[in-house]
């Protein structure tokens, strides 16, 4: 997991104001969120260096000064704000908690999808499933049930979702067009986001989408300007008695095998080499901790595994490159290419079976 | 508030870095409370710097190996551990989670009695009211539901009070005692804690105890070994037409007026002003953020004022000095004495009413 994280960095003296940070971590983030959403964040952002006092602020985004007050000043414990001689103005992570994009998408997704199904975190690793997801629905997996999420939680999904795979899809298709496919057989294809974009990549290819079928009804809308190039395949791949397709030049599984054990990602990776067409390739999209350039990215993708935890399926996560090529060769694939670094952090798998 | 909070400690990068750690605070929050409550940073502990395999965490904590990986690749994120060779070992950090009393009293009560409300913190602020109280009950304040708290809530709770009170009375008793009263009047008495080491410590003393009756009928079973010595007056001293003791040479307020707004604060000091005997002396035992020694002990008191904005009123805090005496003044008293660093960041006003 990069040098980042083998060394005890802290000071005993250090180490104990750390601790005290993080045993009121939810005070910090939730003061933040409160800046944020009240406007107070946008006003001290317009005020500049000069900065404002809590009356100001207070006026400008209608709350009580008490309240600017308080959130001020647990703002200025967790760096989102300054202050001196009474005017309080904006730091650089308040900045990045206002402006950034990426910033704003993992917040909401903590905010909105995760917080307070992670209280249940503990029960979660006990009873081996997400027992978090008790705050949406008596599901016991997410996935069937996205679409029924309450409207913020649904939104912040879908734009965590999205920010990511986004910035890796440009990324990803010279690589799998470079291979001048007929047909893709996407594997869990979820709402169809990927295939559109092939399909207006290349007015020839032609797509066959698998996934669960409460997804693929989703798809079929997306994709209906295109429909006499779209096959959809509805399926539980961890059904062993379903049937995959048996065509496709290119297989494409982005973010997908994540959402599983590492003994279904082993068994469906058998599956798949079972169907696929000789000389076919397996192209996997996927985002590892152990592959990334900033410490921040690996500490987004390891608390976004207590998300499968806790609120998704309570067995799967995002593998360290180091566990999930081990798991590529057990099922019966080896690496043709590998490339890091697709979009803000994923890698790209080029595989071929073992015949 | 202190140098801490003047200057933007960070670089672009750092902040940027700083902005994903508070995005995904809540789950640093709960893999923390996980590892502890899991046993995984006892296990950690005894293994000492040889650390261990995460099969080895899960045999000896009776979880997954999954689960122990999971929450171990958060902890490294939240510098709760190190890995090195897929070896896991309890840092600085880890070591303070797991054995300090402090921090473990911060993590309970930030856990077991706000987490869950304070997402509710926008619309307290919004409102004026301690939305988050909702997540126990339909109560418009905290204090005369104390006891009804859920278990483990109510144990949080009173852990946290008593952690930081019984190391301030400590160091208190002695100036109140050095003005030999007859009679203390306790107001906000709560429990009877307080009273309760008066009593031992001065076997001639008697006190008066004022506070809502249900705080008092429970001081009253905890005192009733020295019943004679003790007279209670039940009363919500917000109420403008209740009346106040008459009598007591010295009056004490011990972490009671943080828990009003500062209008409140000033008509309840003119109240006591009134009824106070002349000559008596008014001791006041607060915690304010901008005299503390340690940037954690005002993050400490910083994050605990939103404990009062979301769970307990909707408008009180722990008021900076700075902004305290000034009440103190409005309210009709002169302070004699100020005594910092009582306990782990107390003060304590020897306050004489002006007449």
Redesign the interface.
């Known amino acids: 997991?990069g040098d980042?994280?083998?060394?005890?960095?802290?000071?005993?003296l250090?180490?104990?104001?750390?601790?005290?940070?993080?045993?009121?971590?939810?005070?910090?983030?939730?003061?933040?969120?409160?800046l944020r959403?009240?406007g107070v964040l946008a006003a001290l952002d317009a005020a500049g260096a000069s900065g404002l006092h809590t009356d100001e602020v207070a006026r400008q985004c209608g709350?009580?000064a008490?309240?600017a007050?308080?959130?001020l000043?647990?703002g200025?414990?967790?760096?989102?704000?300054?202050?001196?001689g009474g005017r309080y103005a904006l730091?650089?992570?308040g900045?990045?908690?206002l402006h950034?994009a990426?910033?704003r998408t993992?917040?909401d997704f903590?905010?909105d999808v995760?917080?307070?199904g992670?209280?249940n975190?503990?029960q979660s690793?006990?009873e081996?499933r997400p027992a978090g997801l008790a705050e949406f629905g008596d599901w016991p997996t997410i996935y069937p049930h996205l679409a029924e999420l309450p409207e913020r939680a649904h939104r912040s999904w879908f734009a965590f979702d999205h920010h990511y795979s986004d910035a890796a899809y440009a990324q990803a298709l010279p690589y799998l067009f470079a291979q001048r496919p007929g047909r893709i057989v996407d594997i869990g294809a979820n709402t169809g986001r990927f295939a559109l974009r092939c399909l207006r990549h290349d007015p020839q290819v032609r797509l066959t989408l698998v996934d669960l079928p409460q997804q693929l009804a989703v798809a079929r809308a997306q994709l209906a300007a295109h429909a006499e190039r779209v096959d959809f395949h509805p399926v539980d791949v961890l059904d062993p008695t379903s049937a995959l397709p048996m065509d496709g030049d290119v297989w494409w599984m982005s973010q997908f095998l994540d959402c599983f054990?590492?003994a279904q990602v082993v068994d469906i990776l058998r599956r798949v080499g079972a169907a696929m067409p000789t000389g076919a390739t397996l192209c996997v999209l996927e985002c590892f901790?152990d592959r990334q350039r900033?410490?921040?990215a690996?500490?987004?993708l390891?608390?976004t595994?207590?998300?499968?935890?806790?609120l998704a399926n309570g067995?799967s996560?995002f593998y360290r490159c180091s566990e999930f090529l081990p798991l590529v060769r057990a099922g019966g694939f080896a690496v043709q290419e590998q490339v890091d670094g697709i979009g803000l952090g994923h890698s790209l798998l080029v595989l071929r079976h073992h015949r």
């Open positions: 997991m980042w994280y083998a060394h005890d960095p802290m000071t005993a250090e180490a104990k104001e750390a601790a005290q940070h993080l045993a009121f971590a939810p005070f910090a983030f939730q003061a933040a969120r409160s959403d009240l709350i009580s008490y309240g007050a308080v959130l000043d647990m200025l414990s967790a760096r989102i704000a300054t202050e001196s730091t650089r992570v900045h990045y908690l950034d990426m910033t993992n917040f903590s905010a995760c917080y307070r992670l209280a975190l503990t690793v006990r081996g054990s590492s901790p900033f410490e921040s690996a500490l987004s390891n608390a595994s207590l998300y499968f935890t806790a067995n996560r």
